[in-house]
């Protein structure tokens, strides 16, 4: 039994996509559930209107604007293996639902615009993803189009992300003279077709390749392959899987042109689902895919999905075991028992029921309020994964409905959207003025649109007289003490916990100076 669980999970390739806005992350995304069989034609995000909505973008404030601000999940099979592909939000200000997302993948693929290199947000989600050891393959993406010196590109990643870049595959020109890559493992070159359809590798050095190249193209790319070859350390898997290599590919989404190759590379070196370090009745311990136990944790709820339905989905990184449809797993911090007759597999949006699922998979079970984000599931209800952290949010607004009669209607649907990660809520223990908390503006625009669509309600954002938020922790004493004195400052979060709401960051390092026996914390772990 134990043998054909972790053999399932050694099937297992659970990797996120991360890039800057408009390096062409969703694309890729399409073109990779192309690959793998899981749709017949990818979604054209430059057009416009009802065809610009991609499989992968399935909220309204995303199909209109053309861009991705709610992680989502993929799932197919490629040539025996089950790819299970996380999308992450390529907007800046969702930067937490990327970091809960990341938990769940075993390996990340960096998008990078090939005409830009490393932008901003590139690199904050390199961090984002070196903070968890995740192993990056790089995407080098649009060689389509005019591009910045291939060598140019390989110094930036060692310089920016202090990472061992080892290209696998080689560029001949970019732009109106992109002609395809060579293969430095097979020393083969792939000629690159605009309409995206495959031509047959022709080997170096064959007299095929006056075919495909000019003879001062073919000595350029040739040329550039031998020193590349000898300047970069060669690929080393187990480098790769320790987070200080990163192999490197280049392609065009668009044209679908390298994106087979990633798959090859992905299903070759990324690595499967690994042991998990958690506490079990208090000890710590490990559970390994191929464990008996079936374990998880959620990291991501989203509620309404289906308009229609109402739903509300938690979406569960299976640790071990195996799962099956109907069976009932224990919430660890609430010991409250599910009965999961109706698990999903998902294709973005679209949803099928899932029959069994093992460690590696993501599961998404329907509940009402019953799984919040961080919450450990087992069969035993005694496994606890570390907790997924809350940050400080960098913007406070007030929120108010504009129809006074509906003020009951906007604390559920706050409440709702706090325990999905959308924002963070605080109520004021003097005062009945709901705070809200995000990293960046469109997630006030996010929610706005979705209290408007999901729940009816029109609301107006105020600025708000505080400017930082900072979770409390210490003895029960001082705590009294310091909410006792500073009352008219004191907040709760979603969970009840005690939060001090600043005017200014300086009157937070005033104030924390004051109550050494206070800590007053950017972060907290939640689950």
Not at 16 to 33: N, Q, R, V, Y
Not at 459 to 466: A, K, N, Q, R, T
Request: charged share 25%.
């Amino acid at each position: 039994m134990t043998a054909s669980l972790a053999l399932e999970a050694a099937r297992r390739r659970t990797f996120a996509i991360i890039s800057h806005p408009d390096a062409g992350k969703t694309t890729l995304t399409e073109h990779l559930l192309l690959a793998g069989d899981a749709i017949r034609q990818a979604g054209a995000v430059r057009a416009r209107g009802e065809a610009r909505r991609t499989r992968s973008d399935w909220m309204k404030i995303e199909k209109e604007r053309g861009i991705s601000v709610s992680a989502s999940v993929m799932t197919f099979e490629h040539e025996g293996l089950q790819f299970n592909l996380l999308d992450t939000p390529g907007h800046e200000d969702f930067s937490e639902d990327t970091y809960r997302t990341l938990t769940a993948a075993d390996a990340a693929v960096m998008v990078l615009d090939a005409a830009k290199g490393i932008e901003p947000q590139t690199l904050k989600l390199f961090e984002v993803c070196r903070l968890r050891d995740i192993p990056i393959i790089t995407f080098i993406n649009k060689m389509d189009r005019e591009a910045l010196d291939p060598f140019a590109l390989l110094d930036e990643i060692g310089s920016k992300l202090a990472l061992d870049p080892a290209p696998l595959y080689w560029p001949a020109g970019s732009g109106n003279r992109f002609r395809g890559v060579i293969d430095l493992r097979e020393q083969a070159f792939q000629p690159y077709t605009r309409s995206g359809d495959a031509e047959a590798p022709v080997k170096l050095g064959s007299n095929a390749m006056a075919r495909v190249l000019q003879p001062d193209e073919q000595e350029e790319v040739e040329e550039g392959a031998e020193l590349v070859m000898g300047a970069s350390k060669p690929f080393d898997p187990q480098s790769f899987l320790e987070g200080h290599m990163t192999p490197v590919l280049f392609g065009s989404a668009l044209r679908h042109f390298g994106v087979n190759e990633l798959l090859g590379v992905l299903g070759a070196y990324a690595p499967p689902p690994k042991t998990v370090a958690v506490t079990r009745a208090g000890i710590e311990t490990h559970v390994a895919p191929g464990d008996a136990e079936v374990t998880g944790f959620v990291f991501k709820v989203q509620a309404n999905m289906d308009p229609n339905h109402r739903d509300r989905i938690a979406f569960v990184s299976l640790c071990s075991g195996k799962f099956e449809r109907g069976m009932k797993l224990k919430v660890q911090n609430t010991g409250r028992q599910l009965s999961v007759h109706n698990p999903m597999l998902f294709l973005a949006s679209d949803r099928e029921l899932a029959e069994e699922a093992f460690a590696g998979d993501v599961i998404g079970i329907p509940n009402h309020g019953v799984l919040r984000v961080g919450d450990s599931l087992s069969e035993t209800g005694a496994v606890r994964f570390a907790g997924l952290p809350n940050f400080a949010p960098e913007i406070l607004r007030r929120v108010r409905v504009k129809d006074p009669l509906k003020a009951k209607h906007l604390k559920r649907a706050l409440d709702g959207l706090a325990e999905e990660g959308v924002t963070q809520l605080f109520r004021p223990m003097i005062g009945a003025d709901f705070i809200v908390g995000a990293v960046g503006q469109l997630q006030f625009e996010v929610m706005a649109d979705r209290l408007s669509n999901e729940f009816q309600l029109e609301v107006i954002f105020e600025p708000s007289p505080y400017a930082e938020a900072r979770w409390i922790s210490g003895a029960k004493a001082d705590l009294e003490d310091f909410m006792g004195k500073h009352r008219p400052q004191m907040a709760q979060d979603i969970d009840e916990a005690p939060v001090f709401l600043g005017k200014t960051a300086w009157e937070v390092g005033y104030v924390a100076d004051r109550y050494p026996k206070v800590a007053f914390l950017k972060t907290r772990e939640r689950g």
